[in-house]
């Protein structure tokens, strides 16, 4: 089964076991409010993967002017994503649609912060970064928050199948096209379960 089908057979459960039971939502929350704007600032945002949101809800919350463009190539997943931005009442921030990371889409747009949860893992890194990296203001910002090269982030990586990367490989990957590491986020001690899988970076583009 590939990773669309497993996604799809998931996107029922998805937000309540893997965003809320581990973890996944604290450890969003916590990268992005380590993100360099301020509160009021009004940015423009790509969810690049976005899933049923995570990210998204996660940069308004912290950000509430943030105008957010949000694809995924899982429609169930963004159908999940749509509903609650409807509930939530947040048409007017967030705008979905259905892309590929691999490829270029029509929005002929620059923005000032692009996020990647957990989506690199399931691709060519270099090809994805190539193809984002056209869509971010110089002096933007890139936060990928992904998963860790561990033992348990390859035990993890092994039954979604998906890649981890080491260090090394995701700066050098990200400073091939023009984005510089200016921060490396790992999670506190207090969120020590999803701190043993996740990990995120912060790219400045140059
Ligand atoms: C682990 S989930 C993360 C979703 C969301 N970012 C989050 O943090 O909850 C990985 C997501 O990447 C998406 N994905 C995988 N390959 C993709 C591609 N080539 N283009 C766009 N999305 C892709 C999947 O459909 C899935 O929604």
Do not use: C
Request: glycine share 8%.
């Amino acid at each position: 089964m590939n990773s669309q089908k497993r996604y799809s057979l998931f996107a029922k459960f998805y937000d309540v076991i893997i965003l809320r039971l581990f973890g996944y939502e604290i450890a969003a929350n916590y990268f992005v409010e380590q993100l360099p704007f301020n509160t009021n600032d009004k940015i423009d945002v790509l969810d690049a993967g976005a899933g049923t949101g995570l990210y998204s809800f996660a940069i308004l919350k912290r950000f509430p002017n943030a105008k957010i463009e949000a694809f995924d190539l899982n429609e169930e997943l963004l159908a999940k994503f749509r509903i609650k931005v409807r509930q939530k009442e947040l048409s007017n921030s967030i705008n979905i649609f259905i892309g590929d990371i691999l490829s270029p889409f029509s929005q002929n747009k620059q923005f000032d912060l692009i996020i990647t949860g957990g989506v690199l893992e399931h691709v060519d890194i270099n090809k994805a970064i190539k193809n984002l990296s056209q869509y971010i203001k110089t002096g933007g910002y890139f936060l990928n928050a992904g998963v860790k090269n561990n033992l348990i982030g390859k035990t993890v990586g092994g039954i979604w199948h998906i890649h981890t990367f080491s260090k090394e490989k995701v700066i050098s990957a990200f400073l091939s096209y023009n984005l510089s590491a200016v921060k490396y986020l790992l999670l506190p001690g207090k969120y020590f379960f999803i701190g043993l899988v996740k990990e995120a970076y912060i790219f400045k583009k140059l």
